[in-house]
C-alpha cells in the first residue's frame, strides 16, 4: 500500500504540527495542515516596525538536536540562521535593584555578591543529599530547596523558571517540567555528578545540553522558520480553518471544520491534533468527556510581551549580556528583559536599541485585573530605572498573550498517562504539541520525529480493511 494512499490531517500550523508534517511528506504520505489563523507559526510571531525586528513569542532557540539544522538546511534557511553572539552568554540577576552576572565557572561563583556566603557553602553541600521519594508529586521549588538550599532557589531558579515557563516553581512538578534535572538525581544521585557524567550520554546521542548548545535565531526573526517549512508543504495548508469537531466512522474519521464563513467537512485515516490544550478540548469533546477534562486542566497563564526601543546613547547599563530576570522576592511587576538588540544583529537601526520585556505569568496573573495602560507605565519606569536610562522609549509595542505558555504542574504526570491511554483507545489520533515533551523550539522539533515515528508504527500495524476502504 502506497504511503500516499493514507490521508493524514494535522491540525495547527506552529512549529510542532508544521515539523511533524515536515517528516510525514518527506515520507510520502498525504498531508492535510489545517490551521486557524491566516499565517503559520502559531506562537512565533515576528513584524518590522520603524527600525525595528519584533518577535513577540520566542526571541530564539537553542540548537539542542541535530533535527533543527536537518530541517533548516532542507527548507533553505541555511544563509538566514544566526547565532547569539558571545557577549549574550552573560545572564544577569536583580537583586536589590542590582544587576548580577549569573556565574557560570567556580571562581565566578565565589565572587560574585549574588548569592551569600551561607547559600555558596550550602550549595557546596548537594552531593550528599540523597534522592527523593516524592516522584512527580515534587515541586521544583521543593526540590532545589532541598538540594540547593531556599537563597539558590529564590535567586536562581525562581527567575529561571519565570524565564522558561513564565511559571512559578512552587506549583511546577519537577519531574514533569524538568526531567532532565530530576534525572540526575533519579540516575546519577546527585545534580553535580549527573551534570558530569550525563554530558556522556548526549554525546552518544548527538545532543547538546541546554548550558552548551548554541543559540539560534534568523536574519529575519523567528516567524521565517515556521514559514519556511510551510512553503515547503504548499499547496497542503489551509488557513483560516477553524476545527469544530472530530468524528469518530467506522475505520476513520471526520473532520468538521469552518474555513471563513463556509462549513466544510474532512474524512481522513489519521488526526494528529499540535493545537493548544485548551483548543483540543472543544474539538474532541464529543468522543470523550474525560479527554476535554484532562486537557481543560492544562494551565495556560496570562503573559503580556511589551517590546521597547531607545535611543542607545541614552542607555546608562552596559549592554553586554542576554538580558536578566527578575525574581519573585524582588517585587517587581515584570519578570524580566531580554536585550534583543544585543543578542542578534538586525534587530534594530545602529543608534537603536531593542528590549522585550515580559509581564504577569502563573507568578502574578492577578497584575492584568483592571490594570489598563498603568500597568504598563508602571513596567517602562522600573525599567528605566534598573537600566538606567533617563528617557522615554521612543517606540513602544505590545501583545496580550490571554493564554501563553503551558504549565506543568504537579499531578501533570496524570494528564500525561491519560493522553497515552487515549491515543492507544483510539488509534489513528495522536495529541501532540509543546503542552507535551517541553514546551521549547527544540523540544517541538525534538518531539516532532518522534510523534512521527509513532504515526509510522501505527501505519505499519493498521488492517487492510482500513488501508482498502
Not at 45 to 74: A, K, M
Not at 260 to 272: A, F, Y
Request: aromatic share 12%; glycine share 8%.
Amino acid at each position: 500500500m502506497d504511503k500516499n494512499q493514507i490521508k493524514i490531517t494535522v491540525l495547527g500550523a506552529g512549529i510542532s504540527g508544521l515539523a511533524t508534517a515536515f517528516w510525514l511528506n518527506k515520507d510520502g504520505f498525504d498531508i492535510t495542515v489545517l490551521e486557524l489563523k491566516n499565517e503559520p507559526g502559531g506562537s512565533m510571531v515576528t513584524r518590522r516596525e520603524d527600525g525595528f525586528l519584533i518577535d513577540y513569542g520566542p526571541n530564539s532557540g537553542l540548537e539542542t538536536t541535530p533535527l533543527i539544522g536537518q530541517i533548516v538546511e532542507e527548507v533553505g534557511l541555511k544563509g538566514q540562521i544566526i547565532y547569539a553572539q558571545d557577549k549574550a552568554n552573560k545572564r544577569y540577576i536583580l537583586r536589590n535593584n542590582q544587576l548580577h552576572a549569573l556565574p557560570t565557572n567556580p571562581l565566578a561563583f565565589f565572587k560574585t555578591k549574588l548569592f551569600s556566603p551561607k547559600a555558596k557553602l550550602r550549595l557546596l553541600a548537594e552531593p550528599f543529599f540523597g534522592k527523593s521519594k516524592e516522584g512527580y508529586y515534587q515541586s521544583v521549588s521543593e526540590f532545589v530547596k532541598r538540594r540547593l538550599g531556599q537563597e539558590f532557589l529564590d535567586y536562581a531558579i525562581n527567575p529561571f523558571v519565570a524565564g522558561v515557563f513564565a511559571g512559578n516553581p512552587d506549583n511546577l512538578s519537577v519531574k514533569s517540567a524538568f526531567p532532565k534535572l530530576y534525572r540526575l538525581e533519579e540516575l546519577y544521585g546527585g545534580l553535580f555528578k549527573g551534570l558530569i557524567l550525563g554530558a556522556r550520554e548526549r554525546k552518544k546521542r548527538a545532543e547538546q545540553s541546554k548550558q552548551s548548545a548554541r543559540m539560534f535565531s534568523f536574519k529575519d526573526g523567528m516567524q521565517i522558520f515556521p514559514k519556511a517549512i510551510a512553503r515547503k508543504l504548499e499547496p497542503n495548508i489551509q488557513y483560516n480553518s477553524n476545527v469544530e469537531k472530530v468524528v469518530k466512522l467506522e475505520t476513520n474519521y471526520k473532520l468538521v471544520y469552518r474555513q471563513m464563513d463556509e462549513s466544510k467537512e474532512m474524512v481522513t485515516d489519521i488526526v494528529l491534533s499540535t493545537v493548544p490544550a485548551f483548543h483540543a478540548a472543544s474539538i474532541f469533546d464529543d468522543r470523550e468527556n474525560k479527554l476535554s477534562n484532562h486537557l481543560n486542566q492544562i494551565y495556560y497563564p496570562p503573559v503580556k510581551v511589551l517590546f521597547l526601543g531607545f535611543q542607545k546613547e541614552f542607555v546608562g547599563q552596559p549592554l553586554d549580556g542576554f538580558g536578566f530576570l527578575i525574581p519573585a522576592k524582588e517585587k517587581k511587576s515584570f519578570l524580566g528583559a531580554i536585550w534583543s538588540s544585543t543578542i542578534f544583529p538586525f534587530r534594530a537601526d545602529e543608534d537603536l536599541v531593542a528590549f522585550t520585556l515580559f509581564i504577569g505569568g502563573a507568578r502574578s496573573p492577578e497584575l492584568f485585573d483592571n490594570a489598563g495602560d498603568s500597568l504598563v507605565s508602571s513596567v517602562i519606569e522600573q525599567f528605566k530605572k534598573i537600566m538606567h536610562i533617563h528617557k522615554d522609549p521612543i517606540f513602544i509595542s505590545e501583545k496580550m498573550w490571554f493564554k501563553a505558555i503551558p504549565q506543568y504542574r504537579l499531578g501533570y504526570i496524570e494528564q500525561e498517562r491519560y493522553f497515552d491511554r487515549f491515543e492507544m483507545n483510539n488509534p489513528g489520533i495522536f495529541l501532540s504539541g509543546n503542552y507535551r515533551g517541553g514546551v521549547s523550539v527544540g523540544d517541538c522539533i525534538k518531539n516532532s520525529e518522534l510523534t512521527y515515528k509513532k504515526i509510522c508504527s501505527h501505519v505499519n500495524n493498521m488492517p487492510a480493511v482500513n488501508l482498502l476502504k
